[in-house]
């Protein structure tokens, strides 16, 4: 068992099985996945358990480590790997064979230049057909989907959050992604699915 007591995220026990509905057809020949802030770390154990076929590598600032390496610690995972130390604009972007990204709730969080950021690195990391699917609310040609997500954006700037950022703009971002999906996801929240054009 882990020394410490492991964080725990109502949302991420809420959203877990539709995020793998959607992964584990995605993700179907992935060898070497990426999560951008993995948070708790409640996804990577469950994701990493229920795709076997490919190595988890969870990622996220330093001291959410603790937390994760407590759920790691309470599920050994063969497939499963301790974090690695990334903040976008601060950290290299890991050094690992990857050939899918995964994150959760990150773009409303981050400022928009380090989503800007974020999108032109997957862009520049993804091998050609690699996937990148991107979980969380977001708007769609400047509208919201639900009133509940305007007044959240609008709490989230008040406490110095980046707010939502818009799916144009995302693409916008990085041209050499190509959105292949935008599914409807529980608690109006969307998953995109980003592929990387091929590169010749």
């Not at 007591?5 to 992935?30: D, G, H, T, W, Y």
């Not at 497939?79 to 994150?103: A, R």
Request: with cysteine; net charge negative; charged share 15%.
């Amino acid at each position: 068992m882990s020394s410490i007591e492991k964080p725990f995220s109502q949302a991420c026990e809420n959203n877990k099985r539709p995020i793998l509905a959607v992964l584990s057809r995605v993700f179907q020949n992935a060898t070497h996945i990426l999560e951008i802030g993995s948070g708790t770390g409640q996804h990577g154990v469950f994701l990493a358990d229920n795709l076997p076929h490919a190595n988890w590598y969870t990622s996220d600032q330093e001291h959410y480590h603790a937390g994760i390496n407590a759920w790691l610690s309470d599920n050994p995972i063969s497939n499963l790997h301790s974090p690695i130390c990334f903040k976008v604009g601060e950290n290299p972007f890991p050094s690992l064979p990857i050939d899918n990204i995964f994150t959760a709730n990150t773009a409303h969080i981050m400022q928009k230049d380090e989503v800007k950021l974020l999108m032109q690195l997957v862009s520049a990391h993804l091998p050609s057909h690699g996937y990148f699917c991107q979980y969380g609310p977001f708007t769609v040609q400047g509208k919201f989907n639900s009133q509940s997500n305007y007044d959240f954006h609008h709490s989230l700037i008040e406490r110095g959050f980046g707010g939502y950022r818009d799916i144009e703009e995302l693409t916008a971002w990085a041209p050499a992604l190509e959105l292949k999906e935008v599914i409807d996801m529980p608690a109006n929240n969307m998953m995109l699915v980003w592929m990387k054009r091929s590169t010749g």
